[in-house]
T-cell receptor, first 114, second 111 residues
Framework: SQTIHQWPATLVQPVGSPLSLECTVE??????LYWYRQAAGRGLQLLFY??????ISSEVPQNLSASRPQDRQFILSSKKLLLSDSGFYLC?????????????FGPGTRLTVL | SQQGEEDPQALSIQEGENATMNCSYK?????LQWYRQNSGRGLVHLIL?????REKHSGRLRVTLDTSKKSSSLLITASRAADTASYFC???????????FGKGTSLLVTP
């Protein structure tokens, strides 16, 4: 069965510090991968998605970047965090051959920037 | 951008009652999906309804879709305290893989 992991689960970082959040998927090959951010009391905002190694599409201009160094690994990064980067970050995957079907979410990372 | 808008924002009912949540969207879709999120956790996919479908059932869940009104509803029958969570609709357009989520309905089911 497929599983998706995210770490760390929680993170407190000072403004201006770098960020690296990692997401890995097991039990499937060639998944589409997604990074979402959820602000308190709000829905999910798609940040990045990837349809293959090294292929990253950005949905919104921001202080963040994403990379996909391996087929089942998706990394969210920042060189200098802003207060507005605080939120709940969710990674998700969907099957490559079923792009319009459901997405499967990881447990999320709670990021607080102070 | 967020396309779906759920209504109501919050709903409080007692166990055994039915819970109905609505979702409206703005542009044409390939499908509409409902997800559930327990507090502080990831989202769990509940049900998907395609644009050429009008109604779909899964256990105690019933989803309807009216593409002429660009709206959908999620009905949870015989609710349980364990149904307490936030429920999100998400639309999938024909132009890409991205899901557009609404802000969610927070459901509280009291014993």
């Amino acid at each position: 069965s497929q599983t998706i992991h995210q770490w760390p689960a929680t993170l407190v970082q000072p403004v201006g510090s770098p960020l690296s959040l990692e997401c890995t998927v097991e039990g499937t090959s060639n998944p589409n991968l997604y990074w979402y951010r959820q602000a308190a009391g709000r829905g999910l905002q798609l940040l990045f998605y990837s349809v293959g190694i090294g292929q990253i599409s950005s949905e919104v201009p921001q202080n963040l970047s994403a990379s996909r160094p391996q087929d089942r690994q998706f990394i969210l990064s920042s060189k200098k965090l802003l207060l507005s980067d605080s939120g709940f970050y969710l990674c998700a995957w969907s099957a490559r051959d079923r792009p319009y079907n459901e997405q499967f979410f990881g447990p999320g990372t709670r990021l607080t920037v102070l | 951008s967020q396309q779906g808008e759920e209504d109501p924002q919050a709903l409080s009912i007692q166990e055994g009652e039915n819970a109905t949540m609505n979702c409206s969207y703005k542009t044409s879709i390939n499908n509409l999906q409902w997800y559930r999120q327990n507090s502080g956790r990831g989202l769990v996919h509940l049900i998907l309804i395609r644009s050429n479908e009008r109604e779909k059932h899964s256990g105690r869940l019933r989803v309807t879709l009216d593409t002429s009104k660009k709206s959908s509803s999620l009905l949870i029958t015989a609710s349980r305290a364990a149904d307490t969570a936030s429920y999100f609709c998400a639309t999938n357009s024909n132009s890409g893989y991205a899901l557009n989520f609404g802000k969610g309905t927070s459901l509280l089911v009291t014993p």
